[in-house]
C-alpha cells in the first residue's frame, strides 16, 4: 500500500486551511532536503520525541495511515481566525492549528510532563512564526516515536538577518590581485605546475586574480550585491547561521521563561536541533554533479587523498569559518613538520654514523679496561663490569650527541617559526575569507546560567514580599554566586594533581620491587635482563594510566566548568579548554618529568643509599645515563597515545555509538515505510552531534608538547608526529563528513585561546630543553672534562673521570653482595663526582662535581638567553601581516569608497534631474507674481523656493537629502531656491 503524503498551506487571508497536494519534487522526495512543495529549502530541523498515555495507543492505531504536515508560510503577524462572538479576528497558536486539523491528540489525555513540553515548544514555534520562518512539521500519527520540525528562511528574513549579523557579501564589483613579476612570476608558476598533481579537484573554487569586493549586507544597498538568484546567494552554511541566531534569542515567556533553542534541549523538550547535510556523500552519476558534501568525500576525506592539499576554501563554505580555521591550522602544522622531520632524521643519522667512533661508548665497551661497578641491589646482586652495558651506552649516543644541542636550539626556532607562519596564514585566510574587521557577535547567558539566575531572582523576590518590599532587580550573578564552585575546583583540581603523583610514584614502587624480584631470581638470563624487562613493563602501565585518567579528567573538567557558572558559551569554552588542558597535561608529561629530572638524583651512594619502606633502594639511571630510558618513555607514551587514543578511539567509539543509536531506534520505532528511501532529516538525525572542536585541538596540542618539549630527548618524535596528522587530517575529514552532524557555520576571526596556548608552551619548550641537555644528558661534563680536566684535551678518560670508588668494607650489614663471584674485590666504581675513601674529605661531594654543576646552570642561562635572543629576533623579522594583505586592504578600502561615492553622486544627479524637471513644469503651470518674482511653493513643489520657516509640500525632506548630496555638485546655480539666503547645505 503506497502512503499518500499531503501538507497543509497557512494563509493569513484565508479562514479554512486548505489542503494542497504536494509537488512531486525529485529533490524533495528523493533527499529530502525541501519541504513537501519541493520548492522551499530546510535550513533547519528540531528534533523531538512525543510519547502518548498507552491507554489512548489503541485510538491512535485507527487514525488514517496518510502522513500529513503543517507548512506555515511565515507571514506574520500570526493567522487570524475569526471569533465567533465578535467576528473579529485572533490569533491562532500552533496547537490550535493541530487541533483544526483533525489531529486526535487534541482532544486525548497526555503525560502531565509531556503536555508541558508540548506547550512549550507550541509557544516556541509559534514565536518562530511571529520571526517570519515558515515550518513544516509532520503529524504524530504514531504511538510514540521521533517527530521532525523543518524550518525554512524566506529571502526576506535572511535578508533582515544577514543585515542584523552584518554578513560579509560580495558585490558586483571587482578587481584584479596584484601579481607577481619578472623572476618571482616565472617561479610561481613553475611551482604551481608542480603542485598541480597535489591539488584537489574542487572545480567550482575560484583560484583566478579576479577578487570581488565584500561589504556588510544592507537591504538598502541590493542593488550593489551580485544576486543571481535569491534561493542560492546566500549558501546553506550561511543560511543556517542564520537560522541559528533566531533560535537562539527566540524566548518562551508564557510557559518556561527561557530563551534560545539550547534551553529548550537543555530541558528535554528538544532532543536536537542541526542544519541538514547537502545530500548523502555518496557520489551517485554524473561527476560533475556533485554537491559539496559529495565533492568533500571524494577530494578531502579519503585516506587515498592523503598526498593532497586540503580544499580549505570549500571546508570554511560547508562547515564555516571556526572549523575550516582548524583544519587550516592543522594543515600548517602538518607541513611545517616535513622540514622538523628531515632534520631529525639527519640528527638521528650522525648518531648512527659516529657510534663507533665514540670514545665514551668505544671506553665502556671496551673489557681491557675492567671497570668493576658496584652491585645494583642489596644482597641479592653481585659485582658487575662496565662492559656489560655496552649496548646501553651506544644505544644513548644515538640520541644524546653534539648534534642533539643544535637540534632543540633549531626546534625551539621551529616553534617560533610555525607560530609566526600561523598568524600570516590567519590573516591571509581572513582577507579571503572576508573576516577582515568582523565584530565579535552578541552572546546571549548560557542555559545553567539562565536557570541559576532565574532561581536567585524567585528567593529574592519571596524574601520581598514576606518583607514587604519592592522587589529588587537581579541583573547578574556575583562573585559569591560562584564562590562554592570555585572553592570545589581549586581542591579537585589539587586533588587531581595529587592523583596523578600517585600514579607516577605507584609506578615507581612497581619498578622498584619488581627489580629486586626479579634480581632475586637464581635464573642468569632473567637477571641479565632486569632493566629492559622493568623499564618496557612500567612504561605499558604508564601508558594504560594516562589513557584512563586522559578520560576521567576530560569528564572532570566539564563539570568542573559547570560549577564555575560562566555566562556565555566563549567564556565556557575557555575555562574548559584551561582545566582540560592543565589536567591533561600534567597527565601526559608527570611520568615524563619524573625520568628527565627526578630519577637518580636522590638514589645517594653506595653504603648511604635512600630506601623506600625501609627494605627498597630507590632506583638509579642506567650507566649511560638517564637520556636513553627518557626516549623509551617519551617515544611509547607518545606512539601509543596517538595510536590507541586519536586513532581507534576516534574511529572504534563513533561506530559503536552509531550502532546503539540504530538499535535503540528500530527498537523504540515501529518499522514503516521500508520501501522508501529515509529523508535527510532522519539520516543527519542518526549521525553523532558535534561537541565542539576542544577535543581535536587538545590531542594536536598534546602532541605538539611531545615534539616540541623533550624533542632533545627524541629527534624522531616530528616524524612520527608528521606521520600521525597525515592520517589524523584525512581521519577528522571523514569524522566531519560521514560520521557527525553538519555543525552551524560559526565565524571566527583566529583560533582563539589555542594560539596563547601554544605561544605558552613554545616558551616552555625553550626551558624543558635547556634543562635536559643541561641536566639529563652528559654534554655539559663530556665539555667540561675535555677542556677543564683531559691531560689530551681529548674525551680519553672519560669514562674513567665520571666514576667513584667505595671501599667494599664498608657496607653496612646484609647490604653487600652474599654469594659474590667476583673473587677479592677492594674497591668497587659508581657514577658521581665524590672524593674517594683515602681521601680526608671521603664521599663528599669533589671539586670536578661544583665545575661540572656549575657549568650546567651556565649553559641553562646561555642557552636560553640565546634562543629567546633569536626567537624575538625572527618574530621581528618577519612581519604578522604580509605586506601583499596591506596593500589589498588598502586598495579594497579604497575601491569601495569610490563605490559608494559614485552611488550617492548617482543618486543625487538622479534627483538633481527631478528637481531641474520640477522646476520646469512649475514655471510652466504657475504664473508669477510681479511683487516677488518667485514662484509661491504649493502642494507639488519638492524644494522650498522662498523662506523656509514652514515645512509644506515636502521641502524639509529634499531639503535634507538635497544637504547629503551636494558635495558631489560643483554648481548648484541652476538649483530653484539657490537665491535663498536662509536654506543651508551640510557637507557630508
Request: hydrophobic residues 40%; positive net charge; glycine residues 6%.
Amino acid at each position: 500500500m503506497s502512503l499518500k503524503r499531503n501538507s497543509m498551506q497557512i494563509s493569513p487571508s484565508e479562514d479554512k486551511i486548505p489542503v494542497v497536494e504536494s509537488a512531486s519534487s525529485p529533490q524533495a522526495s528523493c533527499e529530502g532536503l525541501y519541504f513537501g512543495d519541493g520548492r522551499r529549502k530546510i535550513d533547519y530541523v528540531l528534533v523531538f520525541n512525543h510519547r502518548r498515555h498507552s491507554s489512548i495507543r489503541s485510538a491512535s492505531a485507527s487514525v488514517s495511515r496518510a502522513e500529513l504536515s503543517v507548512v506555515s508560510n511565515g507571514n506574520f503577524p500570526p493567522t487570524a481566525r475569526p471569533d465567533a462572538a465578535t467576528g473579529r479576528g485572533q490569533p491562532a497558536s500552533v496547537g490550535e492549528v493541530f487541533m483544526e486539523l483533525g489531529n486526535a491528540r487534541g482532544g486525548e489525555p497526555m503525560e502531565v510532563a509531556d503536555q508541558e513540553m508540548q506547550l512549550i515548544r507550541q509557544e516556541f514555534e509559534a514565536n518562530l512564526l511571529d520571526a517570519g520562518l515558515e515550518i513544516e512539521r509532520d503529524r504524530e500519527v504514531k504511538a510514540h516515536g521521533l517527530s521532525f520540525t523543518r524550518i525554512h528562511a524566506p529571502w526576506p528574513v535572511l535578508c533582515r538577518e544577514a543585515e542584523f549579523l552584518k554578513v560579509k557579501v560580495p558585490t558586483k564589483t571587482s578587481y584584479e590581485l596584484k601579481e607577481e613579476t619578472g623572476f618571482g612570476s616565472r617561479l610561481s608558476s613553475v611551482w604551481r605546475k608542480l603542485n598541480q598533481p597535489f591539488q584537489p579537484k574542487v572545480f567550482h573554487q575560484d583560484h583566478g586574480s579576479t577578487k570581488f569586493l565584500s561589504h556588510c549586507f544592507s537591504r538598502e544597498k541590493l542593488h550593489l550585491y551580485n544576486i543571481t538568484s535569491k534561493e542560492t546567494f546566500f549558501d546553506n552554511a550561511t543560511r543556517g547561521r542564520i537560522v541559528y541566531e533566531i533560535l537562539r534569542r527566540t524566548v518562551c515567556v508564557r510557559t518556561c521563561q527561557t530563551i534560545g533553542i539550547s534551553t529548550l534541549i537543555a530541558k528535554g523538550v528538544y532532543d536536537a536541533a542541526f542544519p541538514l547535510h547537502d545530500g548523502d556523500y555518496k557520489v551517485v552519476g554524473n561527476l560533475e554533479e556533485r554537491n559539496d558534501r559529495q565533492v568533500l568525500h571524494e577530494e578531502w576525506a579519503r585516506y587515498s587523498a592523503f598526498f593532497k592539499y586540503q580544499p580549505i576554501d570549500l571546508v570554511r563554505k560547508y562547515f564555516g569559518e571556526k572549523v575550516g580555521l582548524y583544519f587550516a591550522w592543522l594543515g600548517v602544522y602538518t607541513q611545517l613538520l616535513i622540514p622538523a622531520s628531515i632534520v631529525g632524521i639527519i640528527v638521528f643519522g650522525y648518531g648512527v654514523a659516529t657510534v663507533d667512533t665514540n670514545v665514551p661508548s668505544l671506553e665502556m665497551c671496551d673489557d681491557r679496561l675492567n671497570f668493576t661497578m658496584c652491585p645494583l641491589c642489596d644482597g641479592a646482586c653481585d659485582y658487575w663490569h662496565l662492559s656489560n652495558a655496552c649496548g646501553t651506552a651506544r644505544a644513548s649516543h644515538l640520541f644524546d650527541n653534539p648534534a642533539t644541542v643544535f637540534f632543540a636550539i633549531f626546534m625551539s626556532l621551529w616553534a617560533v617559526l610555525f607560530l609566526e607562519h600561523w598568524k600570516r596564514r590567519q590573516i591571509s585566510l581572513s582577507f579571503s575569507w572576508d573576516l577582515t574587521g568582523i565584530e565579535d557577535d552578541e552572546e546571549h547567558p548560557r542555559p545553567r546560567y539562565e536557570t541559576i539566575l532565574l532561581h536567585k531572582r524567585q528567593k529574592k523576590l519571596e524574601k520581598m514580599q514576606k518583607k514587604n518590599k519592592n522587589e529588587v532587580t537581579i541583573e547578574k550573578l556575583t562573585w559569591k554566586d560562584r564562590l562554592p564552585g570555585y572553592l570545589v575546583n581549586i581542591s579537585s583540581i589539587l586533588f587531581m594533581f595529587g592523583l596523578t603523583c600517585s600514579a607516577v610514584f605507584s609506578v615507581i614502587i612497581y619498578r622498584i620491587t619488581i627489580s629486586a624480584l626479579m634480581a632475586m631470581n637464581p635464573d642468569p638470563e632473567i637477571k641479565s635482563n632486569v632493566r629492559v624487562t622493568v623499564t618496557a613493563t612500567a612504561v605499558i602501565i604508564n601508558l594504560v594510566v594516562i589513557l584512563i585518567l586522559d578520560e576521567i579528567y576530560g569528564y572532570v573538567a566539564l563539570r568542573l566548568t559547570e560549577l564555575e557558572i560562566p555566562k556565555t558559551e566563549t567564556d565556557y569554552e575557555e575555562r574548559l579548554i584551561l582545566k582540560a588542558f592543565l589536567l591533561k597535561f600534567m597527565n601526559a608529561y608527570a611520568p615524563i618529568f619524573y625520568v628527565a629530572f627526578f630519577k637518580g638524583r636522590f638514589a645517594g651512594r653506595p653504603g648511604s643509599y635512600t630506601y623506600v619502606f625501609n627494605n627498597y633502594r630507590m632506583e638509579e639511571c642506567a650507566p649511560g645515563g638517564c637520556l636513553i630510558e627518557l626516549c623509551i618513555q617519551l617515544s611509547i607514551i607518545m606512539l601509543g597515545k596517538q595510536l590507541i587514543q586519536n586513532n581507534i578511539f576516534e574511529i572504534g567509539i563513533p561506530k559503536l555509538k552509531k550502532l546503539f543509536r540504530s538499535l535503540r531506534d528500530k527498537k523504540s520505532t515501529p518499522k514503516e515505510r521500508d520501501e522508501e528511501k529515509p529523508h535527510q532529516w532522519n539520516l543527519d538525525y542518526a549521525l553523532a552531534p558535534f561537541e565542539g572542536l576542544t577535543p581535536e585541538y587538545m590531542e594536536m596540542i598534546i602532541q605538539f608538547g611531545f615534539v616540541s618539549l623533550f624533542v632533545a630527548s627524541f629527534p624522531l618524535a616530528p616524524l612520527f608526529a608528521l606521520l600521525n596528522n597525515v592520517i589524523e587530517i584525512r581521519l577528522d575529514a571523514k569524522k566531519f563528513v560521514t560520521e557527525l552532524r553538519r555543525p552551524v557555520a560559526v565565524r571566527a576571526k583566529d583560533i582563539g585561546i589555542w594560539y596563547n596556548i601554544l605561544s605558552g608552551m613554545g616558551k616552555l619548550s625553550v626551558i624543558i630543553n635547556a634543562f635536559v641537555i643541561s641536566f639529563t644528558s652528559d654534554f655539559v661534563p663530556r665539555l667540561v672534562y675535555q677542556y677543564m680536566f683531559s691531560p689530551t684535551g681529548t674525551m680519553d678518560g672519560f669514562i674513567n673521570h665520571t666514576l667513584s670508588y667505595f671501599n667494599v668494607s664498608e657496607f653496612k650489614p646484609g647490604k653487600a653482595p652474599l654469594n659474590s663471584q667476583a673473587g677479592d674485590i677492594t674497591f668497587c666504581r659508581y657514577k658521581d663526582y665524590r672524593e674517594p675513601p683515602w681521601s680526608s674529605d671521603s664521599y663528599q661531594f669533589s671539586k670536578q662535581y661544583w665545575c661540572v654543576l656549575s657549568a650546567r646552570l651556565a649553559f641553562v642561562i646561555l642557552f636560553q638567553n640565546l634562543v629567546m635572543f633569536l626567537s624575538l629576533m625572527v618574530a621581528w623579522v618577519i612581519p604578522d601581516v604580509p605586506k601583499t594583505i596591506v596593500e589589498q586592504l588598502k586598495r579594497e578600502k579604497k575601491l569601495l569608497v569610490n563605490l559608494f561615492l559614485q552611488e550617492e553622486k548617482e543618486k543625487f544627479q538622479l534627483i538633481q534631474s527631478f528637481f531641474v524637471k520640477d522646476a520646469t513644469l512649475q514655471s510652466d503651470s504657475q504664473v508669477p507674481n510681479p511683487s516677488q518674482g518667485l514662484p509661491l511653493p504649493g502642494r507639488y513643489s519638492t524644494l522650498p523656493i522662498g523662506p523656509t520657516a514652514g515645512d509644506g509640500g515636502g521641502g524639509p525632506r529634499a531639503r535634507c537629502r538635497a544637504a547629503s548630496f551636494s558635495q558631489f555638485s560643483g554648481d548648484l546655480s541652476s538649483l530653484p531656491g539657490k537665491e535663498n539666503s536662509n536654506s543651508k547645505h551640510t557637507a557630508v
